[in-house]
């Protein structure tokens, strides 16, 4: 196969001319000549054989390449196995995913929040000019997914333009915010731009638990009417909270909230001790709490019959694991597992866990890369830097990679390092080292009892 890869990056080695040979091949764009026609041919091998590699039909990937997101991703990771050939987890050409903090202006003064935004901008966010560059590195890399966050981003007047921009040059655009923007016209001016899914943080069922978490009285009132509104408006919503001692019990509450409101899917963020985190560490659940929510996290995808996610690397151990295998993970649910048996582990050791710096990347206001909005370190500046370059040669970001040398959670040769990793951010926000144990695991349990945090 490498061989056949190596025509193919000759030939259509820029991400963009290589999204169309996959779009001929979907059967979604027209050839051009016959060198297209040859291309195709080619790419039909290809994606064969990588779909026997998860264990998939390649005539269910071919349905899914219909959609200009997808093309896109598998267009990195074809040229991921050209350049880099098969590795675990696997290195793609880009990152599927960029999370972009557009601004630290926020609306809201919530306790966890890791890039300390408050009602006033930051010094040097990025003028209308620097963000279109910034959104030109990200097209012309081959990103399939961007994730507009903040601060607050429906704050910021250019995140209308760049929105659409992005969806017209075929990425996924969602957007991350606090919900209590969103009337029915700004519900509606989103799913004019391209705006395809709308994260809205609920960080609880109850809404008094929520505003003094959020830091403003009426924040959940404000965050319900949001997202009524966007569903109003057939947009695909989500409802994302953090994990803690406050509401970890309230899974089945919370999945009958988003049921309710007619959401799309729940997003369970991993609590992280950085930014205004690290004053409420003691909120952070032990391993094996933490563990047990995953379980029930996994049991209310089952019984709600609702896309639940979470951002915590251990939850692919208990969704692989489950009566009815499947996969579900930070950006991905697989739910395939009776008709292909072998794909969920296959696809978790793919995309490998913990995506920081393996199959995504977030920038902030000021252009700065980091290897994930948790982990406050910069690895470059997207427009001084460019963004394929940061990706391919920034030795932090090329260390998260491996996951055999001087890699140190669970014990170092964890079993399930290639499919979990461990959250990189907790590593890095409890004990300073990236490479070290995530104390969130129970195999870790002896770091976590170490740590000089208020346990309960």
């Not at 969806?167 to 969602?174: C, D, T, W």
Request: with cysteine; proline share 4%.
């Amino acid at each position: 196969m490498r061989l056949l890869l190596r025509s193919i990056i000759r030939k259509y080695g820029e991400p963009r001319r290589l999204v169309r040979i996959l779009g001929i091949y979907a059967g979604v764009e027209k050839s051009l000549s016959i060198f297209d026609d040859i291309a195709v041919s080619i790419i039909s091998l290809i994606v064969s054989r990588i779909a026997n590699m998860v264990g998939i039909d390649e005539d269910y990937l071919k349905i899914y390449l219909r959609d200009s997101y997808m093309r896109r991703g598998l267009a990195s990771l074809i040229l991921g196995l050209g350049y880099y050939g098969i590795t675990r987890p696997q290195r793609i050409y880009a990152p599927f995913m960029i999370v972009w903090d557009f601004t630290k202006v926020c609306n809201l003064k919530c306790a966890h929040c890791y890039a300390l935004a408050s009602p006033y901008p930051s010094q040097g966010e990025l003028s209308l000019e620097g963000k279109l560059r910034v959104l030109k590195e990200i097209d012309e890399s081959g990103v399939a997914i961007l994730a507009i966050s903040g601060g607050e981003p429906l704050l910021n007047r250019d995140f209308w333009i760049i929105a659409e921009r992005a969806y017209k040059a075929g990425l996924l655009v969602s957007v991350a915010t606090n919900g209590t923007l969103i009337s029915r016209s700004v519900a509606r001016r989103l799913k004019e731009v391209g705006v395809r899914y709308v994260e809205v943080s609920v960080d609880s069922p109850y809404p008094e638990v929520h505003d003094r978490f959020r830091g403003v009285k009426g924040a959940w009132d404000k965050a319900i009417n949001g997202i009524k509104n966007a569903k109003a408006e057939k947009l695909n919503v989500g409802i994302a909270f953090t994990v803690t001692k406050l509401n970890y019990k309230d899974v089945d509450d919370m999945i009958r909230l988003a049921k309710e409101l007619g959401v799309d899917a729940v997003v369970a963020f991993n609590f992280i001790p950085t930014g205004r985190g690290k004053s409420i560490v003691s909120l952070d659940l032990n391993p094996y709490e933490r563990y047990e929510f995953l379980k029930m996290l996994y049991r209310a995808w089952r019984e709600f019959n609702l896309q639940v996610y979470s951002t915590s690397p251990q939850y692919s151990l208990v969704t692989v694991s489950g009566e009815r295998r499947g996969l579900a993970s930070h950006f991905l649910i697989f739910d395939e597992g009776k008709r292909y048996p072998v794909a969920p582990i296959a696809i978790a050791e793919l995309i490998g866990g913990c995506g920081a710096g393996v199959t995504y990347m977030a920038i902030e206001a000021n252009g700065d890369a980091q290897p994930c909005v948790f982990i406050p370190i910069k690895v470059g500046n997207i427009i001084k830097d460019g963004l394929l370059n940061i990706w391919h040669n920034n030795p932090i970001l090329n260390s998260l990679r491996d996951r055999d040398n001087n890699y140190r959670c669970g014990g170092g040769l964890c079993p399930f390092r290639y499919i979990c990793g461990g959250c990189r951010a907790r590593a890095y926000g409890y004990l300073g080292d990236l490479k070290g144990p995530d104390s969130g695991c129970p195999l870790n349990y002896d770091t976590w009892s170490k740590l000089n945090i208020l346990h309960n």
